[in-house]
């Protein structure tokens, strides 16, 4: 592979304008599409969350599957970024074309929902090319705090974004007639071009004016691999307790017998987490250094756990703010902590085909999670006859309850790391 150097500054430039402008995009589209389908296309909650669960079940697939082991093979992660976004632009403007076409709104919503999870297929190869371009262009030692920087400049994207979008959709230019599908299908296109220009191909055969002894960490990192499955264990109960409530969490603050609240105020709200996401993700970095990714990773999960309880008791419209700050600051510190520890264990050679089974436990737990456990409880629990308030709050403290068992899976095999390393210093000795 021919290896071509760019500075830096240009490296962290194409990367972080592809963060913001995807972080844009999704704020403004998927922060409403909920709202639109049930409370437009009516249909139900769980209905509704299936427009996340089936297409992240097709980016699982094809991330572990297809474009892993391609992406292993050729390493070329930036050519998976850039037609994957432009695949994904295509299809998007695609479905909302198909969609638009049925007045029988419970189809729309079904063509949505299949067109979505047509176009994830494609889309996937994105995700996984970004996931192990990170690890080709960074060491170790810096690979936390970029994703935290990343994350924080990915934050201030979703806040123009959900901004924008609520204003669209409050004026009545949302999904039917199309605006929202063209603009996240505009966004798609132009945040290819900062990837193309400023970030090099990647690959494991990158040169940055470092040298890594490959062997010598893939042979450690062999070692590792049960850690890291055990670690996988843990990220899904984390990810899914904390997901299960991304796609009823805008219907519980719309509804007419709880908060009420319109899109302005919802994007607000959404956006307090946003601007959690872009202040302590500078700081990311800084905390697992000083206490190390592990113990990040736990004050990250413990904060997550105490926003879904605030979320699922107050009864304060303020309280809902201080929730959505936690939960965004509890979002930045897992992800920058857990992508570090796991770019560790993973050995180079194989980082598409196992950075696939870690972004598994974030795609998959952001729509299956609602659809298989918060959705159909909430759909039961208004059935027999409560209030449509308490089965929300009743789905939010059944994610704190998944996010503390799997804090519980983390702590321990921290606990016998440590006393794995003790044990190993005293045969030693």
């Not at 690979?143 to 935290?148: L, Q, V, Y």
Request: glycine content about 10%; hydrophobic content about 50%.
């Amino acid at each position: 592979m021919k290896v071509i150097h760019k500075s830096p500054i240009k490296i962290f430039t194409g990367l972080s304008s592809f963060q913001m402008l995807a972080m844009f995009r999704r704020g403004l589209f998927y922060t409403y599409l909920s709202i639109y389908m049930k409370e437009f296309l009516n249909m139900s909650v769980f209905e509704t969350t299936l427009y996340a669960t089936i297409p992240m079940i097709m980016s699982v697939i094809f991330q572990n599957f297809v474009w892993g082991p391609i992406s292993d093979r050729v390493q070329r992660r930036r050519t998976l970024v850039v037609c994957g976004e432009v695949l994904a632009g295509i299809g998007t403007l695609t479905v909302w074309g198909f969609h638009s076409i049925f007045n029988n709104f419970i189809l729309a919503g079904w063509v949505i929902i299949i067109g979505l999870s047509i176009v994830e297929m494609f889309w996937s190869m994105s995700n996984i090319g970004w996931s192990a371009l990170i690890s080709d262009l960074y060491p170790s030692e810096k690979r936390s705090k970029i994703m935290g920087r990343l994350t924080s400049l990915g934050g201030a994207g979703r806040i123009i974004g959900i901004f924008i979008g609520g204003l669209l959709y409050d004026s009545g230019y949302g999904f039917r007639n199309g605006p929202l599908f063209f603009v996240a299908s505009f966004v798609m296109f132009f945040s290819a071009l900062p990837m193309l220009f400023f970030s090099p191909e990647g690959g494991i055969n990158l040169e940055m004016g470092r040298e890594e002894k490959i062997l010598d960490v893939e042979e450690n990192n062999q070692k590792n691999i049960l850690v890291f499955f055990v670690f996988i264990i843990a990220l899904v109960f984390i990810n899914f307790g904390r997901n299960s409530i991304a796609v009823p969490y805008s219907q519980y603050l719309s509804l007419d017998s709880g908060f009420n609240v319109d899109s302005i105020m919802l994007s607000f709200i959404a956006n307090t987490r946003s601007v959690a996401v872009m202040l302590i993700g500078f700081i990311a970095g800084f905390l697992s250094q000083k206490f190390g990714h592990y113990r990040t990773l736990i004050l990250g999960t413990s904060i997550g756990i105490i926003a879904l309880l605030i979320t699922a008791t107050t009864i304060h419209l303020e309280l809902i703010f201080v929730g959505g700050f936690l939960i965004g600051a509890a979002e930045v510190i897992i992800y920058a902590s857990s992508y570090a520890i796991a770019s560790i264990l993973i050995p180079a050679k194989i980082r598409g085909k196992l950075f696939a089974v870690y972004n598994t436990t974030f795609f998959l737990s952001w729509g299956t999670a609602s659809t298989f456990i918060s959705g159909p409880l909430i759909d039961f629990l208004i059935s027999q006859g409560t209030s449509e308030v308490f089965a929300y709050q009743m789905g939010f403290l059944i994610g704190a309850s998944m996010c503390l068992i799997g804090l519980i899976i983390f702590i321990s095999l921290e606990i016998w790391l440590i006393v794995k390393k003790r044990d190993n210093k005293l045969n030693k000795k």
